[in-house]
């Protein structure tokens, strides 16, 4: 019975989602590394029956590969390492979707997989320039910040502040839950 209102649940949220996300052919899931960009993307392509495109197919920090595969439609593009360039994006029928989840779990999720300090201050480089910039303070925090305090407000497309632990994640059928993700690799999504 329980396994029957989780599905009915599901294909309710399913349903409401995916007509919030029909209206563009262009869909950014972005926020900061580990916050379930990878995953979250997958499902909405899936669900949208659009092309999902991991960051790796860009080379993950490539600004201008990035920004010509914004030229395509019907596509879900995965990019936590180019936030911040997101105020820039001018194409019409584009979304873009930034992750929100605890810090404490990304930090988790950054020491499982080895995300290694050097990483971290590669992405944190990348804001140094900005107003109210802090070396010290984590990467998560700081694009996070950025987000919230610039680069919301120069949007020139729409934009959705979206949980990891919203329950179109939690019941989704391609959802791992804690307990088994121990010994996943950075990109792994399926057991």
Not at 66 to 90: G, M, S, W
Not at 142 to 158: D, F, G, P, V
Request: aromatic share 16%.
């Amino acid at each position: 019975m329980k396994t029957r209102i989780k599905a009915l649940a599901f294909y309710f949220l399913r349903k409401y989602w995916v007509l919030k996300f029909r209206p563009y052919t262009r869909i950014v899931v972005t926020g900061c590394q580990r916050s379930g960009t990878t995953t979250v993307s997958q499902m909405i392509a899936a669900d949208l029956g659009f092309r999902n495109i991991d960051e790796y197919e860009f080379g993950t920090h490539d600004y201008d590969a990035f920004r010509k595969l914004l030229n395509l439609e019907n596509i879900v593009i995965q990019c936590p390492a180019i936030t911040q360039y997101l105020h820039l994006i001018d194409t019409e029928d584009t979304l873009i979707i930034w992750m929100i989840r605890p810090y404490t779990e990304i930090r988790k999720s950054m020491k499982r997989i080895n995300w290694d300090i050097e990483w971290e201050q590669g992405e944190k480089d990348k804001y140094a320039k900005f107003p109210n910039f802090k070396q010290n303070r984590p990467i998560e925090a700081t694009k996070t910040e950025y987000w919230h305090n610039y680069q919301k407000r120069e949007l020139k497309c729409h934009f959705i502040d979206f949980k990891y632990h919203s329950l179109y994640v939690k019941l989704n059928p391609a959802f791992i839950s804690k307990k088994y993700r121990s010994g996943l690799t950075s990109k792994q999504t399926k057991l």
